[in-house]
């Protein structure tokens, strides 16, 4: 029960934070947000940890949890991050479909996301996205790169607020020629392909990134 009430604010919290109700710079109240959830401040301060590793909070001894800006400089170093680790995991995954693993998972998640494109649904499709890349982490083997790519992905779901209309198809497109090459058990063919769409989408992040809520020039 109370892992439940920590999620539910969290999930609440993170909300305000994308949809810019709790804007960048705003201190987050303990006592207003238990009054506003009707929860004690136990779970809350549960959730504030679990925010601060998404990179929504900034977290400061005997101080109120501060939403934190999105930067130019945040979102290269986020990317640069990317940069090496999904290359690696496609690599990974490669390998095992080779070796013999069912990537029909994988495939049937992409499947998803096709229908969303095709019925323009937008939301359905930055789901089943996402997904796309869990399931590739899966494929890749690894319990521990799943975890560490968790915090990543909030990270990024931040910056999509603002792009999630951006191409989709062109999006769409990338995870088609991905998966095709995880798929099909080619490492070195999946990890290009993987570096190429993190790149493709660094470029239409920061072509939208004024337009993230939270978005704030580095000084």
Do not use: K
Request: glycine residues 6%.
């Amino acid at each position: 029960m109370a892992e439940n009430l920590s999620r539910f604010v969290y999930d609440e919290l993170r909300q305000r934070i994308l949809d810019g109700r709790l804007p960048a710079g705003e201190s987050i109240s303990e006592r207003e947000v238990g009054s506003e959830l009707d929860v004690s401040r136990v779970p809350i301060r549960e959730a504030l940890p679990l925010l601060a590793a998404a990179g929504l909070v900034t977290l400061s001894p005997r101080r109120p949890a501060v939403v934190t800006p999105v930067t130019r400089s945040g979102v290269d170093e986020l990317y640069d991050i990317r940069a090496v680790l999904e290359p690696f995991v496609a690599r990974q995954a490669a390998a095992r479909v080779a070796a013999g693993a069912d990537a029909s998972p994988l495939r049937n998640t992409l499947a998803l996301a096709a229908a969303a494109v095709q019925g323009n649904d937008l939301d359905g499709f930055h789901c089943h996205s996402g997904e796309v890349h869990t399931e590739i982490e899966r494929l890749s083997g690894s319990a521990l790169f799943v975890e560490v790519m968790a915090p990543l992905h909030e990270r990024s779901d931040r910056l999509n607020v603002a792009n999630i209309h951006t191409d989709p198809a062109q999006r769409h497109n990338e995870h088609e020629a991905l998966v095709d090459a995880i798929a099909g058990g080619r490492p070195d063919l999946a990890s290009a392909v993987a570096f190429a769409h993190v790149e493709w989408g660094r470029t239409r992040t920061l072509h939208t990134l004024e337009e993230v809520p939270g978005y704030a020039p580095d000084l």
